[in-house]
């Protein structure tokens, strides 16, 4: 495999380029975001309320990253490639994560071999698992999971310090694994904006530690993702919760209970009105962004009562658009 800082090798067409390069960084394609390509170089910021399927969203692009495109014949459609997840809300559970990637691993076996089942009825936490277990491949289970990085932060100095973790590791996963880091999930971005506005930056006096400002915490950051980017070229998704205006629709006040979905759902998106509290220099970063929200509009298929439609509004680049999805233990599912 070529180097990765490697643009165009020596005697390459620019086809054989073009080829090479989807190759080695494929994009990342799954509802809801699959409206738009996600290559290497985009950082896409996922915001919207709790709750309305951030985690769950960016627990699916793991898996749809970790997963192989194919293994033994059985077409998974993954793109068998690392991610590290920064949990700085530390409420991600990993547990969840196993259970979640075995049910899609039975589940196209149990398809293959002509065993289905309706997944929807199922927890991934229940006895079914175990009934199921002649379905599960645990030599791919377990080579999935060594492709997921995870990484617990409880300060921002911790954060930091995965960033350079990831930035100084990235060539290690490539020579332990066979591929590199291509996925860098950050749940959630602004998880210590508050702590640091509220305190105000110590003056540094000899060997006084200084804590850092709101504003050179985010440029330390900002800074560290490019370092991350200029050795390894990866994709960004970070989720970030909203913080709503005076002109707040009623889909943000009742989370879910909204009049304004129910009846006027193309004039949804022109009433969010929530505040934009991160950087500047944050959002210079952020190249694509879409808006998550929970919604009370049953589903075509009946299922709103057990499985709650999310909507997914494309910020930047800006789609006058709702797109309905819903969250069931296979996957994200698009709703017509």
Excluded at 100 to 124: F, Q
Aim: glycine fraction near 6%.
């Amino acid at each position: 495999m070529a180097n990765p800082r490697e643009w165009l090798l020596v005697n390459e067409t620019a086809k054989a380029m073009v080829d090479r390069m989807e190759e080695e960084r494929p994009s990342l394609f799954f509802p809801p975001l699959n409206r738009f390509s996600i290559r290497a170089g985009d950082v896409v910021e996922i915001t919207g309320p709790s709750p309305s399927a951030k985690s769950e969203i960016l627990l699916q692009a793991a898996i749809h990253c970790i997963l192989p495109w194919e293994w033994n014949g059985i077409c998974f459609r993954g793109l068998e490639m690392v991610v590290a997840y920064i949990d700085l809300d530390c409420r991600f559970d990993v547990l969840r994560l196993a259970q979640v990637l075995k049910l899609r691993i039975m589940s196209a076996y149990g398809s293959t071999h002509g065993t289905c089942w309706d997944s929807d009825k199922v927890s991934p936490r229940n006895s079914f698992m175990d009934s199921q277990a002649d379905h599960l491949d645990h030599e791919l289970f377990l080579s999935c999971m060594k492709r997921f990085l995870y990484i617990r932060c409880y300060n921002s100095s911790e954060f930091l310090a995965a960033l350079k973790t990831v930035h100084h590791g990235s060539t290690s996963s490539r020579e332990g694994l066979g591929v590199s880091l291509y996925v860098l999930i950050i749940d959630s971005i602004g998880a210590f904006h508050w702590n640091h506005r509220a305190c105000q930056p110590l003056t540094k006096e000899g060997n006084t530690w200084e804590k850092l400002s709101l504003e050179k915490l985010t440029e330390n950051v900002v800074q560290e993702i490019k370092n991350i980017q200029d050795v390894q070229p990866l994709i960004v998704l970070a989720s970030k919760a909203t913080i709503f205006g005076s002109a707040t629709t009623t889909i943000h006040a009742h989370r879910g209970h909204s009049e304004g979905l129910k009846n006027k759902n193309k004039d949804v998106g022109k009433n969010f009105s929530y505040r934009e509290y991160m950087s500047p220099l944050w959002q210079s970063l952020v190249t694509k962004k879409a808006f998550v929200g929970i919604s009370d509009v049953v589903s075509s298929d009946g299922r709103n009562g057990e499985f709650p439609t999310y909507v997914c509004e494309w910020i930047k680049p800006h789609e006058d658009h709702l797109y309905k999805f819903v969250v069931r233990n296979n996957g994200i599912c698009m709703v017509s």
